[in-house]
């Protein structure tokens, strides 16, 4: 290359040098408020002052697909901007930490609100006399909404509907004191177990005496259970009978499994499987289909895990092979069994004697009524079987438990001699409980009562 040649390239070379020096200072030195050359675009502002206005005095015809490339073309080469000026570059898109596509949309939020527990009982009132006997089962709520409790000798009906109390029967002392009472599914006929080992039926409507079975037992019945027209009674004697209440001979099935006291009877709601608690700290299953009068022992499981009486007994409503049982004073255990299998599906420790076990016929939950030392009731949430509320207001244990019909009240007598209505599981759908009565001691009509 000669010399002219290479002069004069460097010539035309040294200002586009320097002009890309200072435009890259300018870049880095910008101020918003004073206009900078190098953020211009000199060339469509040229054309906009120019060919545009040409375009626009004379317009050319054009089909619709040409106008569409034009438009897309605009685009592309970002001519479709309006203004000329610019008093700083554009920023940059901001930089997204987390990916959208990793974000989970938040939870919805819950439909239910937590349901509210009252911590206190919502009717007191007077029991007096009533035993303080772990053994017996006092108290029970029926069908028709009738609740009926033993007072000593005496049995009394209460009509949860209007809230008054009468009296069905009152035992001779020969014959007494009143050891258990159990309403049958239909609402209407009570049995009373007494401690010279009979059991009586009555018609509660017409406060008449049906019948006595005699014969059973050797000594007084402190349990009972239905199961539609057989009435199942459980002695001091350990024996376990069915007693066909349409039948002149009433004795049709004889359970032998316990050599103690029987405190606990419970039918399933099939009807096919009962379980039996007793003070030899004992849980029989017992099948229908493998019990006869001619094998009188065959059980269909022997659970011996306890370590106390067994009185509290419970079948889940909402898992039919799911037995909850309960121990006393020595053991404080509440186990839940498989009674297909026997097998143990778990066990908590609750800290004091159980009495008494109820499910809730409408949620996952249990209810446990307690002994010594703080004579409460726990509601569970199963299976977690974590504390859903301890409700205390009892001064003595809490022997009897039972559930109104509707599964929103559930009704405990103590050794305090005190009655008490807990709204745990719910108001009802149809009707609530009876107004409170303004007479909080409902037997002080009857003179011998305190």
């Known amino acids: 290359m000669d010399a002219g040649t290479w002069s004069s390239f460097v010539k035309t070379k040294s200002p586009c040098h320097l002009q890309d020096i200072h435009r890259k200072a300018s870049q880095e030195n910008l101020d ?3 206009p900078n050359r ?19 005095e004379n317009p050319v015809a054009s089909s619709p697909g040409r106008q569409a490339y034009q438009k897309q073309l605009a685009a592309a080469l970002n001519m479709n901007r309006t203004r000329i000026l610019a008093f700083k570059n554009k920023p940059p898109a901001p930089v997204e930490l987390i990916p959208k596509d990793f974000l989970s ?17 919502e009717r007191i009132l ?57 309403w049958a599914p239909d609402g209407r006929l009570l049995a009373i177990g ?60 004889t359970y032998r499994g316990h050599n103690q006291e029987l405190c606990g009877l419970k039918w399933s709601a099939s009807g096919q499987q009962l379980a039996s608690g007793g003070n030899d700290n004992l849980v029989h299953v017992w099948d229908r289909s493998m019990t006869s009068s001619s094998s009188p022992t065959r059980w269909l499981h022997r659970i011996d895990e ?55 016929k409408k949620e996952r939950e249990l209810l446990s009524s307690h002994g010594f030392t703080q004579n409460q009731l726990t509601l569970w949430k199963y299976p977690s079987m974590v504390k859903m509320a301890e409700l205390t207001g009892h001064t003595e244990r809490v022997l009897y438990m039972t559930q109104s019909p509707d599964g929103c009240t559930v009704a405990t007598a103590a050794g305090d001699e005190t009655l008490r209505f807990w709204n745990l599981f719910g108001s009802p759908e149809t009707s609530k409980l009876a107004p409170k009565a303004t007479n909080t001691q409902p037997f002080a009509h009857l003179s011998f009562i305190r």
């Open 306 to 360: 306890h370590r106390a009486a067994v009185k509290a007994l419970a079948w889940c409503p909402f898992q039919a092979n799911l037995l909850a049982t309960g121990g006393g004073g020595c053991d404080h255990c509440i186990k839940f069994w498989n009674t297909h299998t026997a097998a143990c599906l778990n066990t908590v420790n609750t800290g004091s004697q159980v009495c008494g076990l109820l499910w809730s």
């Open 194 to 253: 007494l401690n010279n080992s009979h059991v009586q039926v009555w018609d509660s409507a017409a406060c008449r005496l049906l019948r006595t079975l005699r014969g059973a037992h050797q000594l007084r019945v402190g349990s009972l259970a239905w199961n539609r027209h057989v009435l199942t009674t459980g002695g001091m004697d350990g024996k376990i009978v069915n007693n066909d209440v349409r039948a002149g001979s009433h004795i049709v099935d």
């Open 126 to 182: 007077d029991a007096p006399e009533i035993l303080d006997d772990f053994y017996l089962n006092l108290l029970d709520w029926g069908s028709s909404n009738f609740l009926s409790i033993a007072l000593g000798n005496t049995v009394y009906l209460w009509d949860a509907s209007v809230g008054s109390t009468s009296e069905l029967v009152t035992i001779d002392d020969d014959d007494g004191p009143v050891t258990s009472v159990s």
């Open 38 to 56: 190098s953020a211009m675009d000199f060339d469509y502002a040229h054309y906009m002052l120019t060919e545009g206005k040409k375009e626009k």
């Open 105 to 121: 949309p938040p939870p919805p939020p819950s439909k239910s609100s937590k349901r509210y527990i009252p911590q206190s009982s």
């Open 32 to 34: 918003r408020f004073i």
